[in-house]
């Protein structure tokens, strides 16, 4: 049974970096069709995509963060972390990691989710 488990800071200065790590267990983080993502949730808003980093390595960002968004891996340790730089409280947001099966085609386990909140 695939777990995620987050961590970092719950509170990012204004103009900062953002920095999220996902650790993975019950999976190795290179299974075949495996996508590990970074999804956030805004107070009051619906839920929004930021990227992932595949099971091979490669990496895809929503296009409206693409430019201050980075998803990097470890494989010796199955972890995956996030950043997002330059931050401003419009960032401020509930931040959860997510496994996509390329194989079912959808997301089938969840991190516990952890609200960052931008301070100005």
């Known amino acids: 049974q695939v777990q995620l488990q987050e961590s970092g800071p719950g509170l990012v200065k204004l103009s900062q970096t953002l920095s999220r790590t996902c650790t993975v267990s019950?999976?190795?983080?290179?299974?075949?069709?495996?996508?590990w993502n970074w999804i956030r949730q805004p107070p009051g808003k619906g839920l929004e995509w930021m990227g992932y980093?595949?099971?091979?390595?490669?990496?895809y960002y929503n296009p409206s963060l693409k430019s201050r968004t980075s998803i990097s891996r470890d494989t010796s340790t199955d972890q995956f972390t996030l950043q997002l730089s330059s931050v401003t409280p419009e960032d401020t947001a509930v931040y959860y990691c997510?496994?996509?099966?390329?194989?079912?085609?959808?997301?089938?386990?969840w991190g516990q989710g952890t609200l960052v909140t931008v301070s100005s």
């Open positions: 997510a496994l996509f099966s390329g194989l079912d085609s959808y997301f089938k386990v």
């Open positions: 019950g999976a190795s983080i290179t299974t075949n069709s495996y996508y």
């Open positions: 980093i595949g099971y091979d390595g490669s990496t």
